[in-house]
């Protein structure tokens, strides 16, 4: 059994609030406590969770039913049904002769707006059930101040009663942007570094300088990519060839982790196609070094197209936001600017130069990351 104290204010505030709450402010105060099996709010007012009910208990005056509860999400959760695929139609694909498919991984999350979903679920499934299985309560992790990862990372702890640490590259620039913003809201305590100290961020000294103790913390490195990451990427090409393979799967890229997760699970059955959202040339050797380490030196049907990055990472021109603006009219749904908006502008673009044959099948991931449109429209407005 789990439980927390509250301190007087919260305390007060709470016993104030539940009993006369709207559904979704009691919705909001559960979710803050997911977890959680008793609530104290002082010496004699306690809030019981069960499965389905949330029960008030004073001391004195005896219980009363405040609120149905939503049944308590479990690691066990993390299993999934697979994520649907949807055509995707246009002229640009008769003229060329192609089917695209859409592998809408963004489909796979805790409940919609969730910054826990796509390539981050499955970058983060065994992690999560590692973290779990292994008896920590704390997960840390790294990443700039829009990262996709760590909004995520505080997601996933919120919602399975972990604690959370993220390391922020650069200086704390107030007020939050709504990606930080909201990792605090979910309890992860922000801690900034400069970029030159984060550069040291897998010494062994980083962490205990900053007064963490590694051994207490499930540590998850920057974008999330480890051997466990790997391994919930080749659940995704497990998904796609359940059926008949594509003639090519794409993807984006940041580190690398989702593609070589995919490649090493396609073994050659189909090749695999990244689009890099970085600028340079080092992801060839970086995916490479992932695939070898993990034991799969030897799955060589892939490549990383390095075109379409507009500039580098969080970079864009007028042409790549006009281009999602449409691709969202005519689908149905949306693409971010960091990621996806750059895979499917690169695809079209080269399946209007014919780099497909004619017949092909080409499936593309929506990896998510939508929740980094709100920080991007901030920014750039
Ligand atoms: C939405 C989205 N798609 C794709 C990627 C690229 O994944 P990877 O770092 O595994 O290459 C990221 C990376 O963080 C992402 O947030």
Not at 24 to 44: A, H, M, T, W, Y
Not at 270 to 285: I, R, V
Not at 342 to 354: E, V
């Amino acid at each position: 059994m789990c439980f927390v104290r509250c301190g007087r204010s919260t305390g007060k505030r709470l016993r104030r609030k539940l009993p006369s709450a709207d559904q979704r402010l009691r919705r909001k105060l559960l979710r803050q406590f997911i977890g959680i099996d008793v609530i104290c709010l002082g010496s004699k007012n306690f809030i019981f969770k069960t499965n389905s009910f949330l029960i008030l208990k004073n001391q004195a005056r005896g219980s009363k039913l405040i609120a149905r509860s939503s049944p308590r999400f479990t690691i066990d959760t993390l299993e999934r049904p697979a994520s649907p695929v949807q055509e995707i139609r246009g002229g640009a694909l008769d003229a060329a002769g192609l089917r695209l498919l859409v592998k809408r991984d963004d489909l796979l999350r805790w409940e919609e707006g969730s910054a826990f979903c796509g390539n981050k679920w499955r970058k983060l499934k065994y992690n999560l059930l590692a973290a779990h299985s292994q008896g920590f309560r704390r997960l840390l992790s790294f990443g700039g101040a829009y990262s996709n990862h760590l909004a995520a990372v505080a997601e996933a702890a919120h919602v399975l009663g972990f604690e959370s640490i993220g390391i922020v590259r650069g200086e704390a620039t107030p007020p939050l942007n709504p990606t930080l913003q909201r990792a605090q809201e979910q309890g992860m305590q922000l801690l900034y570094v400069s970029r030159e100290t984060y550069r040291e961020k897998t010494e062994a000294g980083f962490l205990p300088a900053l007064g963490i103790q590694p051994a207490a913390c499930y540590v998850i490195p920057e974008g999330g990519t480890n051997s466990l990451a790997l391994a919930g990427c080749r659940e995704l090409a497990a998904e796609i060839t359940a059926f008949d393979p594509p003639d090519c799967i794409a993807v984006a890229c940041g580190t690398g982790g989702t593609l070589a997760g995919l490649v090493s699970s396609l073994e050659g059955r189909c090749p695999a196609l990244g689009f890099s959202a970085l600028k340079g040339d080092f992801l060839q050797e970086e995916v490479r070094r992932l695939l070898a380490e993990n034991g799969y030196a030897h799955c060589d049907n892939w490549a990383i197209n390095t075109e379409y990055h507009f500039g580098g990472y969080a970079k864009w021109r007028p042409e790549l936001l006009d281009f999602m603006q449409q691709f969202k009219a005519d689908q149905g749904f949306a693409l971010d600017p960091i990621y996806t908006g750059k895979l499917f502008y690169g695809l079209f673009d080269l399946i209007k130069k014919g780099h497909f044959p004619r017949g092909a099948t080409v499936m593309a991931v929506h990896t998510g990351g939508l929740q980094g449109v709100a920080g991007f429209e901030q920014r750039y407005g």
